[in-house]
């Protein structure tokens, strides 16, 4: 394989250090994000169960716009990118 190949990947998959970097420990908006959509299974209130899903939505753009210009590697940012397109996509489809 050519050095261009190799270093593409190097690009997609390592960090800064060297260490290949494909899953992290959750940072804040990913926990208030996982926190919310549990709480929102065990909630009876409809008013609460929709303002627990709306701030894990918020929550969930934060990581991915967080992910999209701080990610780590190629991959890290590309991920971000689609998870908030499926949350774009995700509030398009409520709105309609």
Not at 15 to 23: C, H, K, Q, T, Y
Not at 32 to 39: D, H, L, M
Not at 63 to 68: A, G, V
Request: hydrophobic share 55%; charged share 10%.
């Amino acid at each position: 394989m050519n050095a261009r190949y190799h270093g593409f990947i190097n690009k997609c998959f390592r960090d800064p250090s060297g260490r290949i970097v494909v899953a992290q420990a959750p940072n804040m908006p990913l926990w208030v994000f996982i926190a919310t959509s549990v709480a929102a299974h065990f909630v009876q209130s409809t008013g609460w169960r929709d303002g627990l899903r709306i701030t894990a939505t918020i929550a969930l753009i934060i990581w991915s716009l967080l992910e999209i210009f701080q990610g780590v590697n190629y991959f890290r940012r590309a991920l971000g990118l689609v998870v908030l397109s499926l949350c774009a996509a995700s509030i398009v489809q409520m709105l309609r």
